[in-house]
């Protein structure tokens, strides 16, 4: 009997020191913060959208930078933020500033600041996407770190469980051989090895989850690939879906779809545990395991890492925009 008290008192104190999951209080709304970013202001500069943007092709790119002095990447990037038109212009601005023509030089001076404003409107927005993405990235990694935390506490609750109920019924099976009890021993040992069995499994297989939500899905835009996007600035979406150069039937979009796929962040192609995570990535929140927050992080640091890429075209205008000076 007294064993029996023991090894329910011993259960009962160690389920009670079990972190229990939980979406109130401080650290409930820790894990479901939104890491949305400020409201849009009003009267700011206009951006066209995607779908009212005509595409540039190459020649087209090629015959531009040929006429202006500017280099190809120089030359889409003006297309993307919708200042080409500005650009087209720059030479023949230059040269009335050259040929002293009476307002040439405010002409240019106009020119080159809506330019230069729309780089820095666009250099803002690119910086706030990717803080907000850093941000999803870091809450799934913060919760992914504390469900490891809390499910290696069970599993030492549940080793050191395995290891007392082991012993105590050792004890009681060494005390019915010595009693010639041979019934009792054969009882004890199997219900012994029976419940050291099932505490050493549960150890072995903690896996907990926790809820993680996200009505603003950046992922599911990417993923369904919208020809105007709700949550990324038009810019920046033309930048995703601008072909590569070495194969101009993939774009920056598709290619973090594949390398998603390729890296196993969605699970094997075909699975059941594709179509899970397929469903809770690109929903608007579910229930989480570690292995699911980990990928989830590892696919936000993707994105952030392709749209880097858009800095490089607005870098690269800007800087032969600065190299042509106003004399």
């Not at 009997?1 to 011993?10: D, E, K, N, T, Y």
């Not at 993680?212 to 996007?229: D, F, K, Q, S, V």
Request: one cysteine or more; proline letters at 4%.
């Amino acid at each position: 009997l007294w064993i029996h008290v023991f090894l329910c008192l011993s259960l009962l104190g160690g389920c009670a020191t079990v972190p229990t999951r939980t979406r109130g209080g401080i650290e409930g709304a820790e894990f479901e913060r939104s890491c949305r970013p400020t409201e849009q202001v009003s009267g700011e500069t206009p951006v066209p959208s995607l779908s009212d943007l005509p595409q540039l092709n190459r020649e087209e790119a090629a015959q531009i930078s040929a006429s202006t002095g500017f280099s190809l990447r120089a030359v889409e990037a003006a297309h993307a933020l919708d200042v080409l038109a500005y650009l087209k212009q720059l030479p023949d601005a230059e040269r009335a500033l050259g040929e002293r023509r009476d307002g040439a030089k405010e002409a240019l001076l106009v020119l080159r600041s809506q330019m230069i404003e729309r780089i820095l409107l666009v250099s803002f927005q690119n910086n706030s996407l990717t803080a907000e993405i850093s941000c999803e990235e870091a809450r799934a990694e913060h919760l992914a770190d504390h469900l490891e935390t809390q499910n290696d506490d069970r599993a030492r609750l549940f080793t050191i469980a395995a290891i007392v109920v082991g012993g105590i019924w050792g004890i009681v099976g060494g005390s019915l051989a010595l009693a010639d009890q041979a019934v009792g021993e054969a009882i004890v040992g199997i219900v012994g090895g029976v419940l050291t069995t099932a505490f050493g499994a549960a150890a072995l297989f903690q896996d907990q989850g926790a809820y993680l939500g996200h009505p603003r899905n950046l992922l599911r835009e990417i993923w369904e690939g919208p020809a105007t996007p709700l949550l990324f600035p038009d810019v920046i979406w033309r930048f995703l879906n601008r072909p590569l150069e070495e194969d101009p039937s993939i774009t920056h979009r598709t290619l973090i779809i594949s390398r998603w796929r390729q890296d196993g962040r969605l699970g094997t192609p075909g699975s059941y545990e594709e179509k899970r995570r397929t469903t809770l990535m690109f929903g608007e929140g579910g229930e989480y395991t570690v292995d699911d927050l980990y990928a989830r992080a590892q696919m936000f640091n993707l994105l952030e890492s392709q749209i880097g890429v858009t800095s490089e075209f607005m870098e690269r205008l800007l800087k032969e925009l600065i190299a042509r000076p106003v004399k």
